[in-house]
């Protein structure tokens, strides 16, 4: 085991494997490619050991240059994908095999196309010592691949966690044994948004709320987004496969995450079994569900002077508030049930100052 910052890894692969991996792949290409010299073209930061690596085991002339591209936010990107370094000019009529470390969703071998897309090279395949084929979109065909891999954060052999980790010689992948993650329950007023900011700090843990998912989703106009408003427009709900979706692509775009707080979802014992069977597949679970209990007459008058700041008039009405609590209670009673069965419910008593109900939400969790 290994820690880097505040996280901990354990080995995956060693040296031997990741060297015996390249030099299968530098053989395969070397043998299309005998007739020509190819420029291979290494993704930086984290293809440098693989690039260096497999040019000695390609046995045939050839060149090399280097692109760099990296996200706005670093491991929590959004997608948006910038160019630091760009494509080199003796490409022209060439062939080129872009040389990557690690191919996931696809987002930056999008980029990498349209980067080639406006030069004129003769041949332009890809090459990935590292693939996870289970999240990758698909859109564009991987000609070489060295390992084919879980979706599992991974550091070593130039793969970075916050820029730690490049230098090791062998691979090591995020240890989850202690992951936590929550379904936050709670009637409207009960303090989830503020609860949840104050565990995501403590723990390192990832808020997915499903209306800010939903509302980034459609501002953004994603697939997803533009899905889920074509539903909305038409005046249907959405689908639970949809909004699932959407969750998938939250939890897959924050590896670094040391569990998740589900805040909106699930609200059907259908999307309760959803969720269990996508984190399952994550090889993560629902820890715990909480929620967050208050009486109704309490959480009315919060409500209520909520509305007066907030100027939000479904908090002005008092039968449009007990409306949404009867709505909750309707929705949450199978909820309830089926996580009593797993022996994940817990309710925690939300009336009291800010800190004394944040120690009661860490009582729980730290029996975790």
Same mark, same amino acid.
């Given at each position: 085991?290994?820690?880097?910052?505040?996280?901990?890894?354990?080995?995956?692969?060693?040296?031997?494997?990741?060297?015996?991996?390249?030099?299968?792949?530098?053989?395969?290409?070397?043998?299309?490619?005998?007739?020509?010299?190819?420029i291979?073209?290494?993704?930086?930061?984290?293809?440098?050991?693989?690039?260096s690596?497999?040019?000695?085991?390609?046995?045939?002339?050839?060149?090399?240059?280097?692109?760099?591209?990296s996200? +706005? #936010?670093?491991?929590?990107s959004?997608? %948006?994908?910038e160019? *630091?370094?760009?494509? /080199?000019?003796?490409v022209? =009529?060439?062939?080129?095999?872009?040389?990557?470390?690690?191919?996931d969703?696809?987002?930056?071998?999008?980029?990498?196309?349209?980067?080639?897309?406006?030069?004129?090279?003769?041949?332009?395949?890809?090459?990935?010592?590292?693939?996870?084929?289970?999240?990758?979109?698909?859109?564009?065909?991987?000609?070489?691949?060295?390992?084919?891999?879980?979706?599992?954060?991974?550091?070593?052999y130039?793969?970075?966690?916050?820029e730690?980790?490049?230098?090791l010689?062998?691979? +090591? #992948?995020?240890?989850?044994?202690?992951? %936590?993650?929550?379904? *936050?329950?709670?009637? /409207?007023?009960?303090?989830? =948004?503020?609860?949840?900011?104050?565990?995501?700090?403590?723990?390192?843990?990832?808020?997915?709320?499903?209306?800010?998912?939903?509302?980034?989703?459609?501002?953004?106009d994603?697939?997803?987004?533009?899905?889920?408003?074509?539903?909305?427009?038409?005046?249907?709900?959405?689908?639970?496969?949809?909004?699932?979706?959407?969750?998938?692509?939250?939890?897959?775009?924050?590896?670094?995450?040391?569990?998740?707080?589900?805040?909106?979802f699930?609200?059907?014992?259908?999307?309760?079994?959803?969720?269990?069977?996508?984190?399952?597949?994550?090889?993560?679970?629902?820890?715990?569900?909480?929620?967050?209990?208050?009486?109704?007459?309490?959480?009315?008058?919060?409500?209520?002077?909520?509305?007066?700041?907030?100027?939000?008039?479904?908090?002005?009405?008092?039968s449009?508030?007990?409306?949404?609590?009867?709505?909750?209670?309707?929705?949450?009673?199978?909820?309830?049930?089926?996580?009593?069965?797993?022996g994940?419910?817990?309710?925690?008593?939300?009336?009291?100052?800010?800190?004394?109900?944040?120690?009661?939400?860490?009582?729980?969790?730290e029996?975790?």
């Amino acid at each position: 085991m290994i820690k880097l910052h505040d996280k901990v890894f354990k080995p995956f692969l060693t040296e031997e494997q990741i060297l015996e991996a390249i030099e299968k792949m530098a053989l395969e290409i070397a043998k299309d490619y005998q007739d020509t010299v190819p420029i291979f073209i290494g993704v930086l930061n984290g293809a440098f050991m693989f690039v260096s690596d497999f040019l000695k085991a390609y046995p045939h002339p050839c060149e090399v240059s280097f692109v760099r591209l990296s996200s +706005y #936010q670093g491991l929590t990107s959004t997608g %948006i994908v910038e160019t *630091l370094l760009d494509v /080199p000019e003796n490409v022209e =009529g060439r062939d080129v095999i872009i040389l990557e470390d690690v191919i996931d969703t696809g987002r930056t071998l999008k980029q990498l196309v349209h980067l080639f897309s406006g030069t004129n090279v003769r041949q332009f395949k890809i090459a990935s010592l590292f693939y996870k084929s289970e999240i990758y979109n698909g859109e564009y065909s991987i000609d070489y691949v060295g390992l084919e891999i879980p979706d599992s954060f991974i550091v070593g052999y130039g793969l970075d966690y916050k820029e730690l980790g490049r230098n090791l010689r062998q691979v +090591y #992948q995020l240890n989850q044994d202690n992951m %936590i993650n929550l379904v *936050l329950f709670g009637k /409207p007023g009960a303090g989830k =948004g503020t609860q949840a900011g104050l565990l995501k700090e403590k723990y390192n843990l990832k808020h997915i709320s499903t209306g800010d998912v939903f509302r980034y989703n459609m501002k953004n106009d994603t697939e997803l987004g533009k899905l889920a408003k074509s539903y909305i427009d038409r005046g249907d709900l959405v689908p639970d496969e949809v909004t699932i979706n959407m969750l998938k692509a939250e939890v897959e775009k924050n590896p670094e995450a040391a569990g998740f707080i589900f805040d909106g979802f699930p609200r059907t014992e259908a999307q309760a079994e959803a969720l269990d069977n996508f984190l399952e597949s994550k090889g993560m679970q629902v820890d715990a569900t909480i929620a967050l209990e208050a009486e109704d007459d309490i959480l009315i008058a919060r409500l209520l002077e909520r509305g007066k700041e907030s100027g939000r008039s479904d908090d002005q009405d008092e039968s449009k508030i007990r409306n949404r609590f009867d709505e909750y209670n309707e929705k949450t009673a199978p909820l309830k049930a089926y996580y009593q069965k797993q022996g994940k419910f817990h309710s925690v008593n939300g009336i009291g100052e800010i800190i004394e109900i944040t120690e009661r939400l860490n009582a729980v969790i730290e029996q975790l």
